[in-house]
């Protein structure tokens, strides 16, 4: 065989290809949750700390406030795919 038709074996299995999908609607799914996250539950965050932002919460100059953000993001993220997981295991049911 040659390297092209390996390469094309490779590259045009089912499993690549859904791969290739799901980094796709991975990269919308997470401009969906940022976009969540800084236009509702940020803000109300933003209430609950002692300068009024999240963004500018850096007490002893630690940017405390944008890593809770994105800690905030990825919990949103990891619960809404553990959500899809579990529902498509019951749909293979």
Same mark, same amino acid.
């Given at each position: 065989m040659s390297l092209w038709s390996d390469f094309k074996a490779f590259a045009f299995k089912g499993n690549v290809l859904d791969l290739a999908v &799901?980094? #796709?609607i991975g990269a919308a799914f997470t401009k969906? #949750? %940022? %976009? @969540? +996250?800084? &236009?509702?539950?940020? /803000?109300?965050f933003s209430k609950l700390v002692p300068t009024g $932002?999240? +963004? %500018?919460? =850096? /007490?002893?100059?630690?940017?405390v406030g944008l890593l809770l953000a =994105?800690?905030?993001? *990825?919990?949103?993220? =990891? *619960? +809404? @795919? *553990?959500? =899809? #997981? $579990?529902?498509l295991k019951r749909r293979m049911k």
């Open positions: &799901a980094i #796709v969906i #949750v %940022t %976009t @969540l +996250a800084d &236009a509702i539950i940020l /803000p109300l $932002s999240y +963004a %500018t919460w =850096a /007490p002893g100059g630690i940017k =994105a800690i905030i993001e *990825f919990f949103i993220i =990891a *619960f +809404a @795919l *553990f959500l =899809a #997981v $579990s529902w």
